[in-house]
């Protein structure tokens, strides 16, 4: 059940989008993220959507695993569209059903809504989609040597990424820790199903502090590994795998680049009151 | 009717995704009370995974788990029921421990059961008794134990929950031979006062054949043998081919055989080896 969750799993294959180097993957998802956040449009919205369909077709993930993916979104998306739903109230009234209460809903409401769900949707396809075709060790080296300009500012690139390598890494043994420490406390008549939403927290100790304590003396394990073996990562090393950037990057870079700026001109330019090029939100 | 019951069990993890793995395939056998059963295999070949079947923390994809003839997975209530009556000591149990002493850790199951206050206090006692916990651990943190004292601390509290079914997996996992001998000691004192029925995970044929009155034989998730430990025993050969880690006097004893002398290839005590030896070297005497 709870090692459902497919958060920073990668699945391994040989698409193209497998194939692009992970640093110009990760400056892809920054202007596509920061597209989809610029689009006030329906117009915007549908080119950001196509494309992260584009990417998931690319990268030959089967819709299944992507859609299993999204449920576990699914109530933060019902709630943000519902939300948006009774916030905005621009538009025609399309149900008012007190005349004194200030609650109605209005077409602006629903076109928000709408516009909110796709846009929550696009957001997550193409960041699962960077973990799904990315190693972990090939995504903190490649944050790694993007951010490795702030060395200028005596920042210690090399510790970051190597803690971002080590957190990456646990997550799947920490959700099997949890499953264990779970069965186990139900095997001694734990019940986390009933009851009232405190004695529900309360149920969560007996699984929360071995958790934590074996939590940290993993950390501690694996802390003096390192130093035993004298681990110092910052100084002079030398890569193994040399990323180098080629034809297909630049391809994705370009494509990427023009819809950005297609999303900036229709979003910020007056196109004319052609419904798609009207503004949403 | 058998007291707990397995029939036909099939269970895959991770089911419609590519990592799907049938972890047992129709695996059935029945256990009366009061039996001791060793459960051996190979890593991998599904013992924890049956062991979590029979008190309901997995359930079945098919077949059925009946505890008294009972379905134990009809609804939520009857599963929790029957952890109480069907305890499970998990692998490694020592790393989940959780409460601020030792006490009231062993106290969670009972308190569960939602027993009065007197009745939970005993049963803790009787439990840190059994395995030996001396008093003055009790209202230690459990954090401050060592590494055994902790996995004393942590069978107990499975313990005084008095099941009548008491599963081990792997209790002695990572122990010497004192510490492993130390908690075979426990479980006898625990079957001998409440006559419980127990099944034993474990690597070591060894441990197993030395305490168990039968055997199960887990290959690949399936039951390959089920039967006395004799009876297991004397198919070494099969054993030693599924991976198992056979008695070192039961090696010798399939390689003499193998060699064309007449021995019995079901030892695995070293004394039966010495008779076995023995009587081989007085007839070779005799007829040479
Ligand atoms: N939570 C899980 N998710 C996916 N596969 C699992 C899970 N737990 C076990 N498996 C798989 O199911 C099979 C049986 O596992 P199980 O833990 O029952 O073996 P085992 O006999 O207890 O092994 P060991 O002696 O190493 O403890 C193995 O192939 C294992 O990889
Ligand atoms: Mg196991």
New binding site residues.
């Given amino acids: 059940m709870i090692?459902d969750i497919t958060i920073g799993q990668y699945f391994p294959g040989t698409s193209l989008i497998h194939k692009l180097d992970p640093r110009m993957k990760i400056v892809l998802l920054v202007l596509n993220i920061a597209a989809l956040f610029l689009c006030r449009n329906f117009f915007s919205l549908l080119l950001m959507f196509v494309m992260s369909v584009a990417w998931v077709l690319l990268s030959r993930i089967p819709f299944a695993t992507i859609l299993k993916g999204l449920k576990m979104i699914l109530v933060i998306l019902v709630f943000t569209a519902f939300l948006q739903i009774f916030y905005n109230d621009d538009g025609t009234v399309l149900w008012h059903p007190v005349e004194s209460w200030d609650f109605k809903i209005t077409t602006g409401g629903v076109f928000s809504a709408v516009f909110i769900a796709v846009r929550i949707i696009s957001l997550i396809l193409m960041s699962t989609l960077l973990t799904y075709t990315t190693s972990p060790t090939l995504l903190t080296d490649a944050i790694e040597r993007l951010l490795s300009p702030l060395k200028v500012f005596k920042i210690k690139v090399h510790s970051l990424a190597m803690m971002m390598t080590i957190a990456l890494r646990f997550i799947p043994t920490l959700i099997e820790e949890i499953?264990i420490i779970m069965s186990a406390q139900k095997a001694r008549g734990a019940d986390l199903e009933t009851g009232s939403l405190v004695q529900r927290a309360k149920a969560l100790v007996p699984i929360l502090v071995p958790l934590f304590v074996n939590s940290f003396r993993r950390a501690y394990e694996l802390a003096f590994a390192m130093e035993a073996r004298c681990y110092g990562g910052d100084e002079k090393r030398t890569r193994l795998r040399v990323m180098k950037l080629g034809g297909k990057d630049f391809a994705m870079l370009a494509v990427t680049l023009v819809c950005f700026a297609a999303v900036v001109v229709t979003s910020y330019v007056n196109m004319g009151s052609f419904f798609l090029f009207e503004k949403v939100i | 009717m058998a007291f707990l019951e397995v029939k036909n069990i099939n269970y895959s993890?991770?089911k419609g995704t590519p990592f799907e793995?049938a972890?047992l395939k129709n695996c059935s056998f029945a256990v009366e009370k009061g039996e001791y059963v060793g459960v051996i295999?190979h890593?991998?070949?599904?013992?924890?995974?049956l062991m979590q079947m029979l008190n309901a923390l997995q359930k079945p994809d098919s077949g059925a788990v009946l505890l008294d003839g009972k379905d134990i997975n009809t609804d939520k209530v009857t599963a929790r029921d029957t952890r109480f009556r069907v305890g499970l000591v998990f692998?490694y149990p020592e790393y989940q421990l959780f409460e601020e002493t030792v006490r009231k850790d062993i106290a969670y199951g009972p308190t569960n059961m939602k027993l009065s206050p007197e009745e939970i206090e005993q049963r803790v006692l009787e439990a840190a008794n059994i395995v030996g916990l001396p008093s003055d651990l009790l209202d230690k943190s459990p954090f401050d134990l060592s590494g055994g004292e902790k996995r004393r601390a942590a069978i107990a509290g499975v313990m005084a929950m008095k099941p009548e079914v008491l599963i081990l997996d792997?209790p002695a996992a990572g122990l010497d031979p004192i510490g492993r001998k130390v908690i075979m000691d426990m479980i006898n004192k625990y079957r001998a006062s409440t006559g419980a029925t127990v099944l034993l995970v474990s690597?070591s044929m060894e441990t197993v054949a030395a305490v168990a009155d039968r055997i199960l034989v887990?290959n690949k998730g399936t039951i390959a043998m089920d039967g006395t430990v004799d009876s297991v025993f004397s198919r070494a050969k099969e054993l030693i081919e599924m991976g198992l880690d056979v008695p070192a006097v039961t090696r010798i004893a399939v390689c003499l055989k193998e060699m064309g002398y007449e021995v019995n290839t079901g030892v695995y005590s070293v004394a039966d080896a010495a008779d076995m030896l023995l009587h081989l070297l007085g007839k070779k005497e005799g007829t040479a």
């Fill in positions: 090692r499953d | 993890y991770s793995i972890a295999g890593t991998g070949s599904g013992k924890s995974t692998q792997e690597h887990l």
